[in-house]
């Protein structure tokens, strides 16, 4: 369960696509607001409960675990499933090449 926020967070404005992690079908577009190795603040173009487990999206870099911590539509707040080492190194690389 959601404890808080542990990870600063950056603002960006990054395409990337949701999914629910038991839906097979690709996922809705999304904006990626803010990022950080912990999680990520999301523009939805739906309503998902907290607490449901997703899969994000960021372009050529790859899909990633999370969970929603909280949602007030059309905005989400998702924490990463891995780890903070695997997530930094996931932003070195949305940095360098970007989505």
């Known amino acids: 369960m959601y404890q808080g926020r542990l990870h600063e967070r950056k603002d960006v404005a ?5 999914r629910r992690s038991e839906d ?3 996922g809705a ?3 990626i607001l803010d990022l950080s190795v ?3 603040k999301l523009k939805l173009p739906m309503a998902i ?7 994000l999206g960021l372009g050529n870099i790859g899909e990633f675990a999370a969970t929603l911590a909280w949602s ?3 905005l ?3 924490y990463f499933k891995d780890g903070p080492e695997v997530m930094n190194e996931v932003i ?8």
Not at 14 to 18: M, N, R, T, V, Y
Not at 92 to 99: E, H, P, R, S
Request: net charge negative; charged share 10%; hydrophobic share 45%.
């Open 72 to 74: 007030r539509p059309p």
């Open 49 to 55: 409960p907290a607490e449901t487990a997703v899969h």
């Open 29 to 31: 577009d999304c904006e």
């Open 14 to 18: 990054l395409a990337g696509s949701i």
């Open 24 to 26: 097979a079908l690709p």
């Open 38 to 40: 912990g999680g990520a």
């Open 92 to 99: 070195i690389a949305v940095a360098l090449y970007g989505t």
């Open 76 to 78: 989400a707040g998702v």
